[in-house]
């Protein structure tokens, strides 16, 4: 088993690295592919030292399975040339989402429609991947009918640039920035670049990806992203009517039966999700259940998960564990 990590030296790609360590997958010969400006380096992983490669490099070695972090613009390019050589690839970029010949894969949701022709695999963006986990059961039990989303996302989620904005605004440096605006001290109604309708790139992403994903195109979506000041986790209020309604007690044993999720919903003690605890780990954390009395079968519920974990790295390499597991790379 041969595998490349593609942007290796990001920031997504040093916590791919972390992943691949934990989880100890059955790989014989890791390739550690970087931009031109840092081949030739050294990384570490295992307690080894490897020598970073280009994209043409990784390509020539016919990889098994090639996990790319490295943009859409990188992934539109490269992704096919990997295909030629009998790579699978597994893409964290947009690049390859909603095209119709492609899967959108959350392992704990759809791994199952995965086969050895599917050779470009797509990793949902991160704001869909921990809000799905959390909406599948409830869907699967009493069908969803609309949602309204409500996401206070990382600065993280936006790059290096974006975190190193809000440390020198917050140490009184100057800087590059990846914002219009100061982030710290503040909130950005601003994800992703804005459309002709008002919504942003980033909202549609949760419309698109939630009804590909839940197979379910007849619900109703609409979304609101902001980015906080933090420097790793994504939250989200979700609104969810139901097409039936629910017995709250009922709901909570659902969720907690879900692989992924972890339930956290005592108000009592002052137990509910925040990015605070979820940094590092690999959960979708749910708490703040509760029923809307506005209106019927409604529910809400706020969701957190490290967006940079099981909102990217973990679900690539959970994707790259089915293809081993299951023999379809």
Same mark, same amino acid.
């Given at each position: 088993m041969k595998l490349a990590v593609v942007g290796a030296t990001g920031m997504v790609g040093n916590v791919m690295l972390q992943v691949l360590a934990e989880r100890k997958l059955a790989v014989d010969e890791y390739l550690f592919v970087a931009s031109e400006r840092s081949v030739g380096k050294d990384i570490q992983f295992n307690n080894k030292s490897y020598k970073i490669i280009g994209l043409a490099d990784a390509v020539a070695a016919q990889p098994d399975i090639a996990i790319l972090s490295a943009g859409g613009n990188t992934s539109i390019e490269w992704a096919p040339k990997f295909v030629a050589v009998g790579t699978t690839v597994i893409d964290n970029s947009s690049a390859w989402r909603m095209d119709k010949t492609k899967k959108l894969i959350v392992p704990e949701i759809n791994a199952d429609q995965l086969s050895a022709s599917d050779k470009i695999i797509a990793n949902p963006n991160c704001s869909t991947i921990q809000m799905v986990l959390a909406l599948l059961p409830l869907h699967k039990h009493y069908g969803i009918k609309?949602?309204? +989303?409500?996401?206070?996302? %990382?600065? %993280?989620?936006?790059? +290096?640039?974006? =975190?190193?904005?809000?440390?020198?605004? &917050?140490?009184?440096? %100057?800087?590059?920035?990846?914002?219009?605006? %100061?982030?710290?001290?503040?909130?950005?109604?601003?994800?992703?670049?804005?459309?002709?309708?008002?919504?942003?790139?980033?909202?549609?992403?949760?419309?698109?990806?939630? &009804?590909?994903?839940?197979? !379910?195109?007849?619900?109703? +979506?609409? !979304?609101?992203? =902001? &980015?906080?000041?933090?420097?790793?986790?994504?939250?989200? !209020? +979700?609104?969810?009517?139901?097409?039936?309604?629910?017995?709250?007690?009922? =709901?909570?044993?659902?969720?907690?039966?879900?692989?992924?999720?972890?339930?956290?919903?005592?108000?009592? =003690?002052?137990?509910?999700?925040?990015?605070?605890?979820?940094?590092?780990?690999?959960?979708?954390?749910?708490?703040?259940?509760?029923?809307?009395f506005s209106q019927h079968n409604t529910l809400n519920m706020w969701v957190v998960s490290d967006n940079l974990r099981k909102g990217a790295a973990t679900n690539a390499v959970q994707i790259a564990e089915y293809l081993m597991e299951n023999r379809i790379y």
């Open positions: 609309r949602l309204v +989303i409500s996401t206070y996302q %990382s600065v %993280s989620g936006t790059g +290096i640039k974006a =975190v190193e904005q809000m440390n020198n605004e &917050r140490q009184g440096k %100057s800087g590059e920035k990846a914002y219009p605006y %100061s982030i710290d001290m503040n909130c950005l109604p601003h994800g992703g670049d804005f459309q002709e309708d008002g919504y942003t790139t980033e909202e549609q992403k949760l419309v698109d990806e939630t &009804r590909k994903i839940l197979g !379910a195109n007849d619900i109703a +979506i609409t !979304a609101t992203v =902001v &980015r906080v000041p933090v420097s790793g986790g994504h939250s989200e !209020a +979700i609104n969810v009517e139901l097409k039936k309604d629910f017995d709250l007690i009922e =709901v909570t044993q659902l969720l907690a039966k879900t692989p992924g999720v972890k339930v956290q919903d005592n108000p009592d =003690v002052n137990l509910y999700p925040m990015p605070l605890y979820a940094k590092g780990k690999d959960e979708v954390f749910v708490g703040r259940l509760r029923r809307d």
